[in-house]
Every structure is written in structure tokens, then in C-alpha cells.
């Protein structure tokens, strides 16, 4: 079942937090080009579409992108407005799944909207560290770019945790591919790889994204503000070169994982040979003389012992045979 729509409204008005600002009276916040709003739509924006049509003069094709569960990165430009594709990053330890969230950010002036179908714990945390008035100042305080740059970089950031628990799952993988041959390894190297491939895909064009938000907003960020957007940016690639890294080592992986398969399957065919070739002379001998030795010649002229002869004679061949192939490092 799905989880109602959760709706946080943060106001910075008259150098301090706006606790009676609410849904009804935003329009008259966003008249004073002071004010600095955030609001965080957790969840469906059906029910608030009509509210961020009138208020913040989304355009409807904006508004039916918000809605889009998939979407591939992107920057674009309203006429008030601008509007930012992100993805985060999660990633199941468990069950080795990874999945990219779509964050949908709107930004102007005066005014960032945030907007997710699945909930963020460190965009949660920063909600609640300026909503409480813990970091309001510095971050909601000192303007839009400064509140859209806390946010685009905690989301970057929120990359590296996820990427350090698969650094140890390749470390895993690797001493599993080596040691043992299984369909479950198998499995969880081709999943592991889909899993990279598709955060691959998301980060991708988020670089350029990156890139492209200082260069096309012009004054709306300062140039004051810029070096913090290059170093989300470098980070950005970082995560990107990393994820990349990670596609090399699984492509690898699948490597020494083909090649061990094969190895442990030419060690079993050594051996099959061997034990095919070890009973070879012992079956040209029985096959000479016949399974019946009692009508075999020179058995009745022996008392049998023949019998006890070909029995020596062919354990002597096997062990003869077997030391040879020790010594030619065969087995």
C-alpha cells in the first residue's frame, strides 16, 4: 500500500525561521523577494500539484515530469524557474539489489522544491537540522544557492557509503570466485555487475548536468557560490570514475570466474583420462586371454596360478603407470 503524501514547508523570512507560514499562505511569502521557501514533497505530488502550479508557476509539462516514476537526468529552464533531475543512490546489502531514486528539484530566487517518491534519510536529516534551527543561518539563511548547494551536495554524498559497501562485496566476490565454483556465485556476480551498470547509467549524466548549473543559471547563483558547485561537481566525477572502476573489476571478476570454471573442468578431464588410460592395458590383457581362465592357455597346465600372475602383472602396469605420469607432473 502506498504511503500518503508528506508536505514540509520551511520559511526564512525577516532573518529567521517562519513558523506560521503554511500551504494557504505561501503565495504571499513568495511576493517578498527576501524570503527564501523550501518545500519537500515526500511521496505522489498529485494532491499538491494544483498548489505548485499557482504558487511557483510550474508549467504543466514540468508538473507531469514531477510525476514520472523514471526519468533520465536532466537541466532545464522555465520562464520563472529552473528545473533539476537528480538520482540518489541505494543499495541492498542483502539481497545485493541497487535501485536510483529520482529527486526533482525546482528552483527560483526564492524558492526551492524538492520532490521524491522515495524517502531520502539524509535529506530528511537536513530538513530537521534547518527546521529545528540548528543550521537554519548558514544554510537557508544565506539564500537559495546556498540551500540548493547543501542539498546537491548531501546527495553526492549520500554516493560514497553505497559505494564503499560494494568495494566490500567485490572484495568478497573476488576470494568466493577463486575458492569456490557454484551457480550461486555465478548469480551474484552477474547481478552485482547489472546492479553497477545501472548506477553507471544514472551517474552518467549527472555530470554533465553538474556542469551545466552554474553555466546556465547565470545570476540566480552568485559567482561567490561557484566554487562550492565545482566541488560537488568533482565529487560527482569521483563517484562516476569509481563506479566505472567497479565495472572494470566485476567485467574482470567474470573473467577469473570463466577461467576457473574452465581450469577445474580440464583438471576433471585430466583425470577421467588418466583412469581411462590406466585401465587400458588392463583391458587389452583381459581382453587377449578372456574372462574364463580356466579354458585360458597355459591355465590348465598351472594349477591356476596363472591367474594370480595376470592379477600382478597388471597392478605392477598400474603403478607403473602412475609413477610415470607423477613424474611428468600430470597428476
Not at 116 to 122: G, K, M, V
Not at 177 to 192: H, K, P
Not at 214 to 229: D, H, L
Not at 263 to 284: D, E, H, S
Request: proline share 4%.
Amino acid at each position: 500500500m502506498a504511503m500518503a503524501t508528506q508536505q514540509r514547508l520551511l520559511v526564512w523570512q525577516n532573518g529567521k525561521l517562519n513558523k506560521q507560514a503554511t500551504m494557504k499562505t505561501l503565495g504571499d511569502v513568495l511576493l517578498d523577494p527576501q524570503a527564501l521557501v523550501w518545500l519537500d514533497i515526500d511521496g505522489d505530488i498529485t494532491e499538491c500539484r494544483d498548489q505548485l502550479r499557482m504558487n511557483f508557476k510550474l508549467s504543466p509539462i514540468t508538473l507531469e515530469t514531477l510525476q514520472e516514476a523514471h526519468e533520465r537526468s536532466k537541466f532545464t529552464e522555465g520562464k520563472t524557474y529552473f528545473y533539476l533531475v537528480m538520482h540518489g543512490l541505494i543499495f541492498d546489502q542483502k539481497s545485493e539489489d541497487g535501485a536510483t531514486p529520482k529527486l526533482d528539484i525546482v528552483f527560483g530566487p526564492n524558492f526551492v522544491v524538492t520532490a521524491h517518491r522515495e524517502s531520502f534519510p539524509w535529506l530528511k536529516s537536513l530538513g530537521d537540522s534547518v527546521g529545528k534551527g540548528k543550521n537554519a543561518p548558514d544554510i537557508i539563511g544565506r539564500g537559495m544557492s546556498r540551500l540548493l548547494h547543501s542539498i546537491l551536495d548531501n546527495l553526492v554524498d549520500s554516493y560514497f557509503p553505497v559505494l564503499d559497501v560494494i568495494d566490500n562485496i567485490i572484495d568478497d566476490l573476488e576470494d568466493a570466485t577463486v575458492n569456490s565454483v557454484n551457480d550461486a556465485v555465478q548469480g551474484r556476480i552477474f547481478g552485482l555487475k547489472r546492479t553497477i551498470a545501472q548506477m553507471r547509467r544514472v551517474i552518467s549524466p549527472q555530470v554533465e548536468v553538474a556542469n551545466a548549473l552554474v553555466a546556465r543559471t547565470g545570476e540566480v547563483i552568485p559567482t561567490e557560490m561557484e566554487p562550492y558547485f565545482a566541488d560537488m561537481h568533482d565529487h560527482l566525477i569521483r563517484a562516476f570514475e569509481v563506479l566505472d572502476s567497479y565495472r572494470d573489476l566485476m567485467s574482470g571478476l567474470l573473467d577469473v570466474y570463466l577461467s576457473t570454471v574452465s581450469n577445474r573442468l580440464n583438471v576433471v578431464m585430466k583425470q577421467l583420462a588418466i583412469i581411462a588410460t590406466i585401465f587400458m592395458p588392463i583391458t587389452f590383457i583381459t581382453g587377449v586371454f578372456g574372462q574364463n581362465f580356466a579354458f585360458s592357455p597355459q591355465v590348465i597346465h598351472d594349477n591356476g596360478y596363472f591367474f594370480w600372475i595376470a592379477l600382478l602383472a597388471m597392478g605392477l602396469l598400474t603403478l607403473a603407470q602412475l609413477y610415470y605420469f607423477w613424474r611428468k607432473g600430470w597428476i
